[in-house]
């Protein structure tokens, strides 16, 4: 019988769990333990609602909802000193809960201080852009339209970015092989030859850089070396090794004279 | 518009006939000034660029992708294909960002190492920079000089772990090996020979040199609330007039200890970012002086006692039954670090260059996201370039320092 693969996460998995494992969690602590980030948190809640606070690992993780993105990095900017997105991005949890959780890691340059925002949507569900606040998020936010396929409102330019703009398929999604699917393995085919050429090509050509067991016409292949267009397909045989008869001419006299030897 | 057929193919480097009086020229992705696969669309109105848009993903390696399915020891030697200028800086990043994670902290001499390897990498991602500039800008002669001290620089990183370009030099919980007999005295050579070029050589042919001086000053002005904006990290920001520096604001390793100074230019041009440059490079080589001193005494412990994550030593695993139970375990399936998240921000030579790990408590991590300081530089292009002329175009380019290896991921 087939291994059952579940098909919603078709990434690297551990092949073998001790039953008995409990996994450990690193240590949150409350935002209160936090002068700073307690302040923050603060006058982010009297403007957006606050699902859930802490500090891990010595940085601030705050939820909001998805429809207030906005409004709370615009509070985060101008009210807490937050100059700087470093970076956003999302993470699949299509396979666990049907979510997407999109995260915003922000940068305090005075206070040197460092916090998450995450917020929860769901497929098909869009962010509003950031753009206007934060102009890293141009890119950023692109990105994550092209691994995910989450897109941003009225962002000035929502386009692919990493991959081809004729591309099908979200790269970053769990449900994505890691070698590509169907589509990824005939992309070349049917950009140089067209989708007509598919049949003529046939699925074991579709690789440019794969090479026959038994071929001698091309370049890379391994094993004894043997005459160009060799049959090998019964074994090759081990042919010695033949050296180049040409013999040195001693350029540096100017001689004209034959060495004998290499030297 | 075009009628592209086979006779007359799609021409996609020139569109000739527009409306609007503007030429659209296609730069790259093959162009030797654009540090890689840049393809970059300039809308020109005359000389001058009225539109830029960056068009990148020509190195697309889908590494993220990879790093899922990777286990987290796995991953490492992939980590060196980021920035591959100085790739001992993405590997530390990386194993930094787990080390956290882990919980767990490097020995001492690891930390020396680290750090000395840091710095040195360092020197190598500044000295191409140098080169490649000049080069870009038309002074052949400083890319010869500085390649022959970067030669120096890998022959040092070769001494060390064997590989001159993707290093995978340090490890998560310290580093593999300990340094060979006489590093000691060949990077202090080293160290002797760079400030000796960046005072006679570099500074001599470029620093009041008037064609580089009239090339460069007043372009590629970013402005510190630009720098911000964009997320410019590293010399970007600092030559904005920012004097934020991961190493001294956030420190890690050995930085706390060291003694160095944060350069910071205010001119917010391509010459202040190229002063700048020259500046940390002797940073660099005054913390590699210092650890020097504080490699001696320390304990020759290499790697983090960690039983649960990390192998013991080779003798150890030889001798004793449970450390090679340990191996085998970690070896066949992975370390399993606890369930969290981590955003671990580090000063690689390029800018804040940053790893986000979400751990599901699998050996496999389930989100990794490389922050790299060049996405966002490359972001910056398409404003930074609007209103200046197809020549300084080049030199932005090669002024922001790009590298498209973490452009692309």
């Known amino acids: ?130 753009v206007p606040l934060y102009k890293s998020a141009n890119f950023a936010e692109r990105e994550m339209f092209d691994m995910f396929g989450i897109v941003a409102n009225n962002h000035p330019f929502m386009k692919r970015i990493l991959m081809p703009d004729d591309w099908e398929g979200h790269p970053l999604l769990k449900t994505y092989p890691l070698h590509g699917d169907e589509f990824a393995s005939w992309y070349e085919v049917d950009k140089i030859f067209g989708k007509d050429a598919r049949e003529a090509i046939g699925p074991e050509n579709r690789d440019q850089a794969q090479v026959e067991r038994y071929d001698t016409k091309r370049f890379s292949r391994v094993g004894y070396e043997v005459p160009f267009g060799a049959d090998i397909s019964e074994g090759e045989t081990e042919t010695p090794i033949e050296y180049s008869k040409t013999l040195l001419v001693d350029y540096t006299k100017n001689s004209g004279k034959q060495m004998d030897k290499r030297k | 518009m075009q009628q592209p057929n086979k006779l007359s193919p799609f021409f996609e480097n020139l569109n000739f006939e527009r409306d609007d009086n503007t030429m659209v020229i296609n730069f790259g992705p093959q162009h030797p000034s654009a540090h890689g696969q840049l393809r970059l669309v300039l809308e020109l109105d005359g000389e001058q660029v009225v539109k830029a848009y960056p068009d990148i993903g020509y190195l697309h390696r889908g590494i993220e992708k990879m790093a899922e399915n990777m286990t987290y020891n796995e991953f490492l030697p992939t980590t060196d294909r980021l920035d591959y200028i100085a790739s001992t800086a993405n590997n530390y990043a990386y194993a930094l960002a787990v080390e956290k994670l882990l919980g767990i902290e490097a020995p001492r001499r690891a930390q020396v190492i680290r750090t000395m390897l840091l710095e040195l990498n360092r020197i190598i991602s500044h000295l191409f920079f140098i080169a490649t500039h000049a080069l870009d800008v038309g002074a052949m002669s400083v890319f010869l000089y500085a390649f022959r001290e970067r030669e120096f620089a890998m022959d040092l990183m070769e001494d060390y772990c064997g590989a001159r370009l993707t290093h995978s030099a340090v490890r998560i919980g310290g580093v593999p090996l300990d340094l060979p007999n006489d590093f000691m005295r060949n990077i202090r050579a080293f160290c002797d020979k760079v400030d000796y070029e960046l005072e006679h050589t570099y500074n001599a042919l470029l620093q009041e040199n008037r064609i580089w001086k009239m090339r460069l000053e007043d372009v590629g002005v970013l402005t510190p609330e630009d720098a911000l904006s ?18 001294k604001e956030e420190p890690y390793e050995l930085y706390p200890e060291l003694d160095f100074d944060i350069p910071v230019a205010d001119t917010n041009d391509s010459y202040g970012r190229y002063r700048l440059y020259m500046a940390e490079m002797a940073e660099s080589t005054k913390i590699i002086r210092q650890l020097i001193l504080k490699y001696d005494g320390t304990e020759p412990q290499l790697m983090a006692h960690a039983p649960q ?101």
Request: glycine share 8%; charged share 25%; hydrophobic share 40%.
């Open chain 2, 230 to 247: 964009w997320g410019c990290t590293g010399p970007m920001l600092r030559g904005s007039g920012i004097p934020y520096d991961i190493r």
């Open chain 1, 1 to 130: 019988m087939r291994k059952y693969t579940p098909k919603d996460n078709v990434q690297g998995k551990a092949y073998y769990t001790d039953r008995y494992h409990v996994v450990p969690s690193v240590p949150t602590f409350d935002v209160a333990t936090d002068e700073v980030f307690a302040k923050q948190l603060a006058t982010l809640e009297s403007k957006v609602a606050v699902k859930s606070a802490k500090i891990m690992l010595g940085q601030m993780i705050v939820e909001i909802n998805a429809e207030e993105n906005f409004k709370a990095l615009e509070t985060l900017k101008n009210e807490c000193g937050y100059a700087m997105l470093s970076e956003m991005s999302a993470v699949d949890y299509l396979a666990k809960d049907g979510n997407f959780e999109v995260f915003y890691q922000m940068l305090n340059l005075k206070e040197v201080k460092r916090m998450r925002l995450v917020c929860r949507v769901t497929k098909g569900q869009a962010v509003e852009s950031v």
């Open chain 2, 309 to 409: 994550y990390i192998s013991a030593p080779k003798e150890e695993i030889m001798t004793q039954n449970y450390a090679l139970m340990q191996h085998f375990v970690l070896v066949t399936q992975g370390m399993r670090p606890p369930k969290g998240e981590v955003y671990v921000p580090t000063e690689s030579p390029k800018g804040e260059l940053g790893f986000y790990i979400k751990s599901e408590g699998e050996p496999y991590a389930y989100r990794l996201k490389c922050r790299a300081p060049s996405f966002f530089h490359t972001g910056l292009l398409q404003e930074i370039l609007v209103g200046t002329y197809i020549a300084d175009v080049v030199t932005i380019i090669g002024s922001t320092n790009i590298v498209f290896g973490e452009v692309d991921r």
